[in-house]
């Protein structure tokens, strides 16, 4: 089992930034790939990010890339999103995710374990 908890979510201005963390306990940290996924008002859930185990591999959405960058600590079992240059479309609440296995993945289902989720509203 591995429980992720979300923070740093809140209110920014249209160009601003935010670091979300997501802190994970649980099974080993070092062997589980981590992804963010977020999801707007009447909107499904939708990818935004992800990191290998080690961290050497990352991919992202479209939509966020050049502006979010996700890392990771593994000593410190923590994965971040820092997001920059903020819009109006960013708002939504943000997941994190685990993967029992170890390399970068896009998709909902390739995930085992989900945090609770933190809101994002980004104002105009």
């Known amino acids: 089992q591995v429980q992720l908890v979300e923070s740093g979510g809140g209110l920014v201005q249209a160009g601003g930034s935010l670091r979300l963390s997501c802190a994970a306990s649980?099974?080993?940290?070092?062997?589980?790939?981590m992804g963010w996924f977020r999801q707007a008002p009447g909107k499904a859930r939708e990818f935004v990010t992800t990191?290998?185990?080690?961290?050497?591999?990352?991919y992202y959405a479209d939509s966020v890339k050049g502006r979010f960058t996700i890392s990771r600590d593994n000593a410190k079992n923590t994965v971040y999103l820092q997001m920059n240059s903020l819009k109006p479309e960013d708002t939504a609440v943000y997941y994190c995710?685990?993967?029992?296995?170890?390399?970068?993945?896009?998709?909902?289902?390739?995930?085992?374990?989900w945090g609770q989720g933190t809101q994002v509203t980004v104002s105009s």
């Open positions: 995710a685990a993967s029992r296995n170890l390399g970068v993945y896009t998709r909902e289902s390739q995930y085992d374990y």
């Open positions: 649980g099974r080993s940290f070092r062997s589980t790939a």
């Open positions: 990191i290998s185990f080690s961290g050497g591999r990352t």
